[in-house]
């Protein structure tokens, strides 16, 4: 035997033998983006779950150091396929706050508008993969048609399906289009009622429920305690929505509640979603039926002045948050974001324990997780499994050596 | 002779039954795809009929894949072993007259064996491909196996204790009458909850589960053994229906019109059945979820069993109280 630790060792795995661990991931077709979860099995029960996270990380905090202010925010957008609009809103917001200039108030309500539409989607897309992780492939096909719904007043509005591109500093980029609140308010009327047909449905349908009901149990505290946020906060009975703490774009203007339950298994983050779902579609028509007159957008011009702001926001998962530094450039000196899956993913890993296998698709998916948007650097020798922490500056001198080195050998 | 090579070979037994199976196949997934707002296959052929055949055509020439650490001998052999097992039991199945093909007199005993012997090939050739998808597959087919088996086998036993009789061909003679799904109801229930089970059908797809474990024991195959293993489930599937018909909805039986060919009408009633017996599994594994194999477990021995069970008393209670007579 070599002196030298073998991977499992290095990772704490000494004393679980190799037939317990299942991989699950990189590539698993439960997963839709590249994610490695190394489980440690009883028979069919998960003792320990270990993750290795950074299979699709594109350094998009780096890149935003190169590139104009203005195009940093669309290139936020493409953070997340799903939940698209809300980061430019949020990379936005924290830009404007290093601004002296005023959002019109018609581009707060169609920021508004466009985010619920987005939330709607989002967790629309979440209950119809839920229901193919749970092996209801009915359930999957029917929402997913209503999503389309939602996709088509989005591109109504905006042009756009996914990526909106609708955000600009301190405004919007395209006016609502006219003629269409009627038809707006009749399709989110009847997304509603679906809403609440598919509550009928995971209420009483027996196999959904045992799937369900009871697993993923995580108590307020631990929750608490791992710093979930968005649904994941809410459905243990935490009051945790940044729309209500901390209001931005016209959300304090607008009358809505925020849903919490207190179930706090997978079931619950189903009724809770779906709940969430109709007090956006009524926030959309309130919205759509009040908006404002005047102005959409205040041209600024493209160098924004030296300081640094935050913003956060709540995304369909939860709450993102972005940091933004300039020292009154072209460029930004440094910004950081952070997506709420990066935030929940402690609980997930919690809640998997004493699961069986046979659940982690659905535990696991039940944060909602976007994998993409989260992947963050960490240094990891894939030799050794060795794993430790620089900072920013240890990095920057560590850049500056590499390419010296390079240099020098051509 | 000649009529009898035939009948065996072309119709109504192994030709006839693979065709069934494309045709189950096709029918599954136009039913599942309109039920879900779908479409469904729709080009190869009217309404995408030739579907299925198509895809077990273009999976004989895909490359073969096998696995380094799998056992060669029964990773190549055991697919042609477990392709036999439908087929063979399809051939005790009364379908053009009351007389099968190859039935005797304990022929019922011998589909038994034949369906003990799938589960336990599927299980063999599982473990044979040594993956963990697999070995975790395997675990979960044999205890869903030891679920559904006695249940399975109980609602089978009602028929043949009312019936007295151990053939195939005699408890569908002895329903011309009256069919046994009058007699016993239960017995039908958990008859076919225990198919889907054994065919691996939502909410029993647990051995093959996408997506907890891939593809569960079919994760290793590849080419010419995948297309055959695939054909397989869908023959089991045609067979698990006729059985269903065979003893409890009176097989080919029923009214007889003077001048039309006896043989061409036992034919029509059998596939009228058989059709609606596979519609009935088609619309149930749309509209339910998957299940862990702890609940399934707990469902076959704790509800199904003892309802099984229930069944036989009630039955042999009205037999012995001169309710029914026994015909």
């Not at chain 1, 349908?205 to 710093?227: F, P, Q, W």
Request: proline letters at 6%.
């Amino acid at each position: 035997m070599s002196s030298e630790p073998t991977r499992e060792e290095s990772a704490g795995l000494m004393k679980y033998s190799v037939e317990n661990l299942v991989p699950f991931g990189p590539i698993h077709p439960a997963l839709k983006e590249p994610e490695y979860f190394k489980l440690v099995l009883e028979g069919e029960r998960i003792v320990q779950v270990i993750p290795r996270i950074g299979y699709v990380h594109r350094g998009l905090e780096k890149a935003a150091e190169t590139r104009p202010w203005v195009q940093n925010m669309y290139m936020f957008e493409r953070t997340c396929g799903i939940c698209s609009f809300v980061h430019s809103l949020c990379y936005g917001q924290a830009v404007e706050g290093l601004t002296m200039y005023e959002v019109p108030k018609r581009a707060k309500y169609i920021r508004l508008i466009i985010a619920e539409l987005e939330r709607i989607h989002s967790h629309l897309l979440w209950v119809g993969l839920m229901g193919h992780w749970a092996g209801f492939e009915t359930l999957f096909m029917w929402v997913w048609r209503d999503r389309e719904l939602v996709l088509d007043i989005v591109e109504a509005i905006s042009g756009n399906r996914v990526h909106k591109s609708m955000n600009a500093f301190c405004g919007v980029r395209r006016d609502m289009p006219e003629n269409m609140e009627d038809k707006i308010i009749e399709k989110m009327k009847y997304l509603a009622g679906r809403a609440q047909y598919y509550r009928g449905i995971i209420d009483t349908e027996e196999t959904m429920l045992e799937r369900t009901e009871n697993i993923g149990r995580v108590s307020a505290d631990t929750a608490e305690k791992l710093c979930a946020v968005g649904p994941m906060a809410r459905y243990v009975g935490i009051q945790h929505d940044i729309r209500l703490n901390d209001p931005y774009a016209a959300y304090d203007e607008v009358p809505f509640s925020i849903v919490t339950r207190n179930d706090g298994d997978v079931l619950g983050l189903l009724r809770l979603r779906l709940d969430e779902l109709i007090v956006s579609t009524e926030l959309v028509s309130y919205a759509v039926k009040h908006l404002p007159d005047g102005p959409i957008r205040v041209k600024i011009p493209p160098i924004i002045p030296a300081g640094e702001h935050s913003a956060h926001c709540e995304a369909p998962r939860g709450e993102i948050f972005y940091y933004v530094k300039s020292t009154g450039g072209r460029t930004p000196d440094r910004v950081k974001s952070r997506q709420p899956t990066m935030a929940n993913l402690p609980t997930a890993l919690e809640i998997l324990k004493g699961q069986t296998i046979a659940d982690v698709p659905v535990v696991l998916t039940a944060i909602d997780p976007c994998f993409g948007c989260m992947d963050r650097m960490s240094f990891i020798d894939t030799e050794t499994n060795h794993k430790w922490i620089w900072s920013g500056e240890q990095l920057r001198q560590y850049g500056i050596n590499y390419y010296r080195k390079r240099r020098t050998k051509n | 002779m000649l009529v009898e090579i035939f009948e065996a070979i072309v119709f109504p037994g192994v030709l006839f039954t693979i065709g069934m199976g494309f045709l189950f196949d096709w029918l599954d997934r136009k039913t599942a795809a309109r039920m879900q707002g779908r479409i469904g296959p729709k080009i190869t052929g009217p309404s995408g009929i030739l579907q299925p055949l198509a895809d077990f055509l273009k999976l004989l020439f895909k490359e073969e894949v096998i696995p380094s650490h799998a056992d060669k001998t029964i990773f190549l052999f055991a697919p042609a072993l477990y392709f036999l097992a439908p087929l063979l039991s399809m051939l005790f199945i009364p379908i053009l007259g009351l007389t099968p093909i190859a039935g005797f007199e304990y022929d019922i005993l011998a589909i038994l064996f034949l369906l003990a012997y799938a589960a336990f090939v599927v299980a063999i050739l599982s473990y044979s491909s040594a993956s963990s998808f697999t070995t975790v597959a395997t675990g979960r087919l044999v205890l869903q196996y030891v679920s559904y088996e006695i249940p399975l086998v109980l609602a089978i036993i009602t028929a043949v204790l009312y019936t007295r009789n151990l053939s195939v061909e005699g408890i569908v003679a002895s329903q011309s009458k009256l069919w046994n799904i009058f007699v016993m109801p239960f017995a039908f229930a958990v008859y076919i909850i225990a198919l889907m089970a054994e065919l691996e059908k939502p909410p029993f797809d647990i051995p093959s589960a996408k997506t907890e474990i891939v593809a569960g024991w079919l994760t290793e195959f590849s080419g010419r053994a995948l297309s055959f293993l695939k054909l397989t489930k869908e023959v089991s599937y045609v067979f698990g229906s006729a059985l269903a018909v065979s003893i409890f909805l009176g097989g080919p039986l029923g009214p007889m019109f003077p001048g039309v060919p006896t043989a061409m009408l036992y034919f029509v009633y059998f596939m009228v059945k058989l059709l609606a017996v596979g519609f009935l599994i088609f619309v149930l594994k749309t509209a339910l979820a998957r299940v862990k194999i702890g609940q399934a477990t707990e469902l076959f021995w704790k509800i199904l069993t003892p309802v099984s069970l229930a069944q036989i008393i009630l039955v042999l209670v009205l037999i012995q109280g001169g309710i029914l007579v026994v015909s």
